[in-house]
């Protein structure tokens, strides 16, 4: 009998986690609960273990590289804005940042979601727009539409055309990083998923974690992910 997928999820390194007295490592429910609910096993990476990450990624099948604090603006030459929050752990970024890299070259199966879409165009040589304005979409705590490009991964995870996402994000890709193509807009023209052509990658700036336990769209990006992480899984 085969065994569930197995779904490496960065966690965040953070300075205060209710419950615990000193630092912890975060990751939210809802990412865990929908991997869980699509068939798959969450397993929480820690940011600072010493394992190589190839070593690492041996024991898994895909990655779910989830939501966070902004991408330091100093990654992509940035000016660091009032509005930019940061990850507490300085060492954040390049972890999460050499997972996507090692997923990138063994085409493991890979979900980034909001935060890990920037990093991903951050890492390819993009820029991120460092506050987006409230108008005519305000991205921060709001439902819209989302398009998804003909032929797309997201288009045919979806099984359809456009989705409303749930939107939690005041920053979002500016330059499109190399190699990288976009799949999905919002109404407002914001670039909103990207996709890596030739490898399974999937992109997206909204938070399909809100609302899986009951949306079909939303559902659907951890249905993606397990399946094509099930093919990973050795037989017997």
Do not use: K
């Amino acid at each position: 009998m085969s065994r569930h997928p197995r779904i490496g999820v960065p966690g965040m390194w953070s300075n205060s986690v209710h419950g615990l007295r000193y630092d912890g490592l975060a990751v939210a429910t809802g990412v865990l609960q929908a991997i869980v609910d699509a068939g798959g096993e969450p397993v929480p990476l820690f940011p600072h273990s010493p394992m190589e990450f190839d070593e690492r990624l041996e024991i898994l099948d895909g990655i779910v590289v989830p939501g966070g604090a902004d991408v330091n603006p100093n990654r992509y030459g940035a000016q660091h804005d009032e509005r930019t929050g940061i990850t507490d752990h300085p060492g954040q970024d390049d972890a999460d940042a050499r997972i996507i890299r090692a997923c990138l070259e063994r085409d493991l199966p890979t979900l980034l979601i909001c935060r890990g879409m920037q990093l991903l165009n951050v890492e390819l040589g993009g820029t991120l727009h460092a506050h987006l304005p409230t108008e005519p979409l305000d991205h921060v705590g709001s439902i819209h539409r989302v398009i998804a490009a003909e032929g797309s991964a997201l288009r045919g995870a979806w099984g359809a055309a456009e989705q409303d996402v749930s939107s939690y994000h005041h920053q979002a890709v500016d330059r499109v990083g190399d190699g990288l193509v976009v799949t999905g807009r919002s109404e407002d023209g914001t670039i909103e998923a990207l996709e890596v052509p030739g490898r399974r990658i999937l992109a997206v700036q909204w938070h399909p974690e809100d609302r899986a336990a009951h949306h079909a769209g939303d559902r659907a990006m951890f249905d993606w992910i397990v399946a094509e992480a099930r093919a990973e899984v050795p037989v017997g």
